[in-house]
């Protein structure tokens, strides 16, 4: 039988040196994307303050436009009398985008039900609050939206 020789200590420092390595790699590998998961990317544009929707002969009575607004979504509707109305498409629930349903004569949100009349406020459903609303100007035929004076 053979006796072993005893570990080399510069090879046990380099084992050591690798096996701590391969651990700070796994725990990076591990962390990493949960932190860039956390950490939004920064905004690559800058919000929009008015923008150019529609002609206005593009959008009959009753109906909705879903259009962006810098890098969320807006909502134009075209009640049946023709009133031209704007407002955040983001539901003030969990911020699913909502949709005109002329078939209701609402605001609909599809995740939760959640209904909003065709002035924004809430009529049934889990949002807390009414729908963001926009300006609407028409100028020359063109539909333009903007967020208005707070
Ligand atoms: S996200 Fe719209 S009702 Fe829940």
Not at 26 to 54: G, N
Not at 103 to 119: E, Q, S, V
Request: aromatic share 8%; net charge positive.
């Amino acid at each position: 039988m053979e006796h072993s020789q005893p570990a080399d200590p510069s090879r046990r420092r380099t084992l050591n040196l690798l096996l701590s390595g391969s651990l700070v790699g796994f725990l990076a590998a591990l962390v990493y994307p949960l932190v860039r998961y956390l950490i939004p990317p920064p905004a690559s544009e800058v919000p929009a303050s008015t923008v150019r929707v529609a002609k206005v002969e593009e959008v009959a009575p009753n109906t909705g436009l879903i259009f962006r607004f810098g890098r969320r979504p807006g909502l134009l509707i075209r009640t049946p009398d023709g009133t031209l109305r704007a407002f955040a498409a983001t539901c003030t629930h969990l911020d699913c985008t909502v949709q005109f349903r002329p078939d209701l004569g609402l605001i609909w949100c599809a995740c939760h039900n959640g209904r909003y009349d065709l002035t924004g406020k809430v009529i049934s459903g889990p949002p807390p609050r009414p729908l963001t609303p926009f300006v609407v100007n028409v100028q020359d035929g063109d539909i333009y939206v903007s967020q208005g004076v707070s």
